[in-house]
């Protein structure tokens, strides 16, 4: 399985953007999913956002809940990240995951990771 995010830039306080993950290969699981995590300079790489791909259920971190919506094209394979009123604490390489484990919320539930894309928020 391979994942190739793309979509990152260079963006103003409050602006937008829409980051895109596409995934080759074929992965059976019942309770496949895709997330998007990130990780800012010098921390620690946090959850973002998951879809569970069958279904469509959705799960945000607080942080984040209310501006970016996570979304689906199952016929091409691709999952997105809508970034809306961008704060320069969003500013971090984004990545996104596919696993099949037990939490939404763990980076350890996920098997398969994208090259990772940059997003910067400036003040």
């Known amino acids: 399985v391979q994942l190739q995010a793309s979509g990152g830039g260079l963006v103003q306080a409050g602006g937008s953007l829409r980051l895109s993950c596409a995934y080759s290969?074929?992965?059976?699981?019942?309770?496949?999913?895709m997330g998007w995590f990130r990780q800012a300079p010098g921390k620690e790489r946090e959850f973002v956002a998951a879809?569970?791909?069958?279904?469509?259920?959705?799960y945000y971190a607080d942080s984040v809940k209310g501006r970016f919506a996570i979304s689906r094209d199952n016929a091409k394979n691709t999952v997105f990240l809508q970034m809306n009123g961008l704060k320069p604490e969003d500013t971090a390489v984004y990545y996104c995951?596919?696993?099949?484990?037990?939490?939404?919320?763990?980076?350890?539930?996920?098997?398969?990771w994208g090259q990772g894309t940059q997003v910067t928020v400036s003040s």
């Open positions: 995951a596919q696993g099949g484990g037990s939490s939404y919320f763990s980076d350890r539930s996920y098997d398969y």
């Open positions: 290969g074929r992965t059976f699981s019942y309770n496949l999913r």
């Open positions: 879809i569970r791909w069958s279904g469509g259920s959705t």
